[in-house]
């Protein structure tokens, strides 16, 4: 798998192109601001998009990952969301000058499996169609399903079609005749042996596909997923613990309601965050002391279970005291 490039590098890029893909979304291509080339990606990986008004957004990278000339992405406009995709929408356009992250990538394609089976779901499709363009072009064998609302909400369809794989891949839309529905117990249980799985997509589809695919005995390591946004969990039981500063040993109330980014910020303590929604890994921090109460889509079981790091834009403690290696 190709190596992605240096994960604290951010570049300058010029919006080349804006585009309506489909109802509610915008495509979006980036080119560098000196002209130059763009660092390498591998197919699944994403970039942070530092957007007017000072947030920052992680989105799929979803052109082919052979070119270097070129990032492209495409966003869903979400009114009930946290702001990022309206701002994108209504304040981003074609000559536009941005910041980006350079590439990473915590979903990326087992090569050399015997068959992959790619199910995407609305604007999930976008990891999904890079890996599909990567695995037609290495000659790799592979399914892909795509699932939306309507014809009228599916972003690529056309490209989907025109494209080598084209006849690989299966629409399916939820307002059609329930025979071209998505049959996700059918999908796996016909899938080849030994497939891997990727899934992308809203949380409900991606939970029901898993849900699924873990019901029918699927190996953890062949399932390989990617959230867009995780539900933090909040609890009316959630009580006040503190936290120390390693460095400093200076201790920090963190009260109920309140995350542990926010009480350090309070206090002068500032961590990179980017998603806030313990999804993207930005805010990792090392955990020296104390028991962390993981509610984070980011960290592996195994990582969750050591308690040495833990995401502080989500996660709780469960001890009355964390020591952080800040």
């Not at 910041?99 to 199910?119: D, K, S």
């Not at 920090?252 to 926010?262: L, M, S, Y």
């Amino acid at each position: 798998m190709m190596a992605d490039a240096n994960l604290n590098a951010t570049l300058d890029v010029i919006v080349s192109r804006k585009w309506n893909e489909a109802q509610d979304i915008y495509g979006f291509e980036f080119v560098s601001a000196d002209g130059g080339a763009l660092p390498p990606f591998s197919a699944g990986a994403h970039i942070d998009v530092h957007l007017p008004g000072g947030l920052i957004r992680q989105y799929s990278l979803c052109n082919d990952p052979a070119s270097t000339q070129r990032y492209q992405i495409a966003v869903l406009r979400d009114e009930n969301g946290r702001g990022g995709s309206r701002a994108i929408h209504d304040a981003v356009e074609e000559g536009s000058a941005l910041t980006i992250g350079a590439p990473r990538n915590h979903f990326p394609l087992a090569h050399g499996a015997p068959h992959h089976l790619l199910i995407a779901g609305g604007i999930g499709i976008t990891p999904i169609l890079c890996m599909a363009e990567r695995l037609s072009n290495a000659d790799e064998t592979f399914d892909l399903h795509y699932c939306t609302r309507s014809r009228e909400r599916t972003a690529f369809a056309s490209r989907i079609a025109a494209a080598p794989f084209g006849a690989r891949a299966s629409f399916h839309f939820d307002d059609e005749a329930p025979a071209q529905r998505f049959d996700i117990a059918a999908t796996l249980a016909n899938a080849p042996a030994g497939s891997h799985l990727y899934v992308c997509g809203p949380r409900g589809f991606m939970d029901a596909v898993l849900a699924q695919a873990r019901d029918q005995q699927w190996d953890e390591a062949r399932l390989h997923y990617e959230f867009f946004g995780a539900v933090v969990e909040q609890s009316d039981t959630d009580t006040a613990f503190k936290v120390r500063i390693a460095s400093s040993g200076a201790t920090i109330e963190v009260p109920a309601g309140c995350t542990v980014i926010e009480a350090l910020a309070t206090n002068g303590v500032d961590v990179l965050t980017s998603c806030e929604q313990g999804v993207c890994g930005t805010c990792l921090t090392r955990v020296i002391e104390g028991q962390p109460d993981h509610r984070d889509a980011y960290l592996t079981d195994e990582e969750k279970a050591a308690g040495d790091q833990f995401l502080p834009c989500c996660s709780r403690s469960h001890t009355p005291l964390l020591v952080l290696d800040l």
